[in-house]
């Protein structure tokens, strides 16, 4: 869908001083369905109109598919832009902070 399916093996840099490892773990895929759902519902669309690739079907056999428009990119940016702010929000309230360790040394 996004590129949020890589965070699961990336370290995200939010940190929670009082959560263990399987609770931000829990905690991250709660805010990733929940920024997901807030994400798709500001768009008014569906996950299924991302999930799937859209790509336009090859209207002359032996050439190039045309693949998504300018504007499909951009809905997908912003769709991006929406998720990660939601995301951060849920992040937030949920007490942790954005940040390697070594950043606040």
Known sequence: MLALTLIGCADTGWRHAQRN???????????????EADALATKNTTRG??????????????????????????????????????????MRAKGYVQGHPADRS
């Open 21 to 35: 490892a399987s609770e931000q773990s829990a905690d991250r895929k709660a805010c990733e369905h929940d920024a």
């Open 49 to 90: 109109a991302y999930s799937a690739d859209n790509s336009r079907s090859n209207p002359m056999p032996g050439r190039d598919a045309r693949g998504p428009t300018p504007l499909e990119f951009h809905d997908k940016a912003e769709l991006s832009v929406s998720y990660d702010k939601s995301f951060a929000r849920c």
